[in-house]
T-cell receptor, first 115, second 116 residues
Framework: ETGVTQSPTHLIKTRGQQVTLRCSSQ?????VSWYQQALGQGPQFIFQ???????GRGNFPPRFSGLQFPNYSSELNVNALELDDSALYLC??????????????FGSGTQLSVL | AQKITQTQPGMFVQEKEAVTLDCTYD???????LFWYKQPSSGEMIFLIY??????QNATEGRYSLNFQKARKSANLVISASQLGDSAMYFC?????????????FGKGTMLLVSP
């Protein structure tokens, strides 16, 4: 079974630039969630895609946007980067059953540094 | 108010000993799920154990067990017979009941260090 893979693993950008992070879901999973993990904090929910549609969003501004493709892979786009966007970005996939015990399977993340 | 509180920033334990990592939660939703994840230095979040709000028994998964006290809103993780490979960050997380919506709310985590 193929796990969740993210690319790139590390990225350095400057303020004001735009960035695209990529995620391949675990085989058979139709739901992808993105989380931002600042240093010393727990992950915070950005948004979730289910069968190519955004079906949930956390408290993040519109400059954080995403896409999910027919093969259920996903992109996270961040425009007008700010210093506070420096964080580990985690992608998680799941079966999309909508049950309380549904597990999220995470990738190893993309470490974004904004200078 | 924080929904998930982990009050121990760091814990030390000797190999082969048991350790308890604390987690308290806050929700008014009668249907919720509680999760524990392990995050080694590689960054990946690894699922350890799940407890549902309606589950009558405490969850167990190998060396991991969850001490679920619903009235106190606590869901502590117990790791028995600690191993050096258990050294990592541990996060408690909660999902509140919303069909088709898989978001988790995480605590700030506890760093566990296992010494020989």
């Amino acid at each position: 079974e193929t796990g969740v893979t993210q690319s790139p693993t590390h990225l350095i950008k400057t303020r004001g630039q735009q960035v695209t992070l990529r995620c391949s879901s675990q085989s058979g999973h139709n739901t992808v969630s993105w989380y931002q993990q600042a240093l010393g904090q727990g992950p915070q929910f950005i948004f979730q895609y289910y069968r190519e549609e955004e079906n949930g969003r956390g408290n993040f501004p519109p400059r954080f946007s995403g896409l999910q493709f027919p093969n259920y892979s996903s992109e996270l786009n961040v425009n007008a980067l700010e210093l506070d966007d420096s964080a580990l970005y985690l992608c998680a996939s799941s079966l999309g059953q909508g049950t309380a015990n549904e597990k999220l399977f995470f990738g190893s993340g993309t470490q974004l540094s904004v200078l | 108010a924080q929904k998930i509180t982990q009050t121990q920033p760091g814990m030390f334990v000797q190999e082969k000993e048991a350790v308890t990592l604390d987690c308290t939660y806050d929700t008014s939703d009668p249907s919720y799920g509680l999760f524990w994840y392990k995050q080694p230095s590689s960054g990946e979040m690894i699922f350890l154990i799940y407890q549902g709000s309606y589950d009558q028994q405490n969850a167990t998964e190998g060396r991991y067990s969850l001490n679920f006290q619903k009235a106190r809103k606590s869901a502590n993780l117990v790791i028995s017979a600690s191993q050096l490979g258990d050294s990592a960050m541990y996060f408690c997380a909660m999902r509140e009941g919303k069909a088709g919506y898989s978001t988790l709310t995480f605590g700030k985590g506890t760093m566990l260090l296992v010494s020989p």
